[in-house]
């Protein structure tokens, strides 16, 4: 069963608007979790992370936002740019886990000039 | 750049023919990792290792063998390979577990193995 969900395979969003990027979660011990930003044949590139004691971390135009009662985070790209177009994953990380990150299946994002 | 490469970066083989991918880094971290990516799938871990001979399976190892006989280099092998093996394989490496909000993985550009 599918502990990390990115129940949206794409999103569609125009140059200098929010983008909102959803993931849900089933495991209730994941305390770390992350973002991946990944170009067309390239590797995923590490964006952003936040800790399960935080609601929110800010890097520049990325913002993620953790909902731990839902089981929820959310990334913002405010504002979105068009080099922001890939497709992004949302992992999870168990403690004492040695640190394998569980993947969501990603949401690509395409933002139009 | 960040020190890990793979190859090699393209390979067409034939079902049943054994298939070994190489990862290495230069940056000496412990941890090394084998992901593929498929379609519908996102990124799922294959084998991992957390040292030098200490490696153990992911969520999808069967099929696939890893080695790891020194810190810089880590193996994948498919022993007799099949199309269901079709696919796009990430080498990716870290430090230590979690300790701080620099935490992540950094990837390999991927192999893209075809099994005809």
């Known amino acids: 069963d599918q502990q990390v969900k990115q129940n949206s395979p794409s999103l569609s969003v125009q140059e200098g608007r929010i983008s909102i990027l959803n993931c849900d979660y089933t495991?209730?011990?994941?305390?770390?979790f992350l973002w991946y930003k990944k170009y067309p044949a390239e590797g995923p590139t590490f964006l952003i992370s936040?800790?399960?004691?935080?609601d929110k971390n800010e890097d520049g135009r990325f913002t993620v936002f953790l909902n731990k009662s839902a089981k929820h985070l959310s990334l913002h790209i405010v504002p979105s740019q068009p080099g922001d177009s890939a497709v992004y994953f949302c992992?999870?990380?168990?403690?004492?886990?040695?640190?394998?990150?569980?993947f969501g299946k990603g949401t690509k994002l395409s933002v139009k000039p | 750049d960040a020190g890990i490469t793979q190859s090699p970066r393209h390979k067409v083989t034939e079902t049943g023919t054994p298939v070994t991918l190489r990862c290495h880094q230069t940056?000496?971290?412990?941890?090394m990792y084998w992901y593929r990516q498929d379609p519908g799938h996102g990124l799922r871990l294959i084998h991992y290792?957390?040292?030098?001979?200490?490696?153990d399976k992911g969520e999808v190892s069967d099929g696939y063998s890893v080695s790891r006989s020194k810190t810089e280099d880590f193996l994948l092998t498919l022993e007799s390979a099949t199309s269901s093996q079709t696919s796009v394989y990430f080498c990716?490496?870290?430090?230590?577990?979690?300790?701080?909000?620099?935490?992540?993985?950094?990837f390999g550009s991927g192999t893209r193995l075809t099994v005809v």
């Open positions: 990716a490496i870290s430090g230590n577990p979690p300790t701080g909000a620099n935490y992540g993985y950094t």
């Open positions: 495991n209730s011990m994941f305390d770390y």
């Open positions: 936040i800790s399960s004691i935080k």
């Open positions: 992992a999870a990380s168990e403690e004492g886990s040695q640190g394998n990150l569980i």
């Open positions: 940056e000496n971290h412990r941890y």
């Open positions: 290792s957390y040292g030098v001979k200490d490696t």
